[in-house]
Nanobody
Framework: QVQLVESGGGLVQAGGSLRLSCAAS????????MGWFRQAPGKERELVAA??????YYTDSLKDRFAISRDNNKNTVYLQMNSLKPEDTAVYYC??????????????????WGQGTQVTVSS
């Protein structure tokens, strides 16, 4: 059973940056596909970025501003978010699935989820 704990969210002004962290326990992320999703009020959960041994994947509209990375030694996945906009305001979730193939891009593909961290971007 993998446990995921996100951190790093908060309030930031438009144009600012945040780095989210997702610390995993109970499993070694090197053999897991990892994903970052977000959900804004009244909207469906959407993929931000995904990472696996097979590579990385970004939602097209975010790939120029967001970057996913992982530190297998720390068993932690990161999401660097730059040039933040008010429309990036959402709860951001980390997800994991034991998988070494291509990145998984659907929320239904993931078994393990963190509790989420709120990101609020003010204009």
């Amino acid at each position: 059973q993998v446990q995921l704990v996100e951190s790093g969210g908060g309030l930031v002004q438009a144009g600012g940056s945040l780095r989210l962290s997702c610390a995993a326990s109970g499993g070694t992320i090197s053999i897991y596909a990892m994903g970052w999703f977000r959900q804004a009020p009244g909207k469906e959960r959407e993929l931000v970025a995904a990472s696996s041994r097979g590579g990385t994947y970004y939602t097209d509209s975010l790939k120029d501003r967001f970057a996913i990375s992982r530190d297998n030694n720390k068993n932690t996945v990161y999401l660097q978010m730059n040039s933040l906009k008010p429309e990036d305001t959402a709860v951001y979730y980390c997800a994991a699935e034991r998988w070494i193939g291509p990145p998984k891009i659907r929320s239904n593909d993931y078994t393990y989820w963190g509790q989420g961290t709120q990101v609020t971007v003010s204009s």
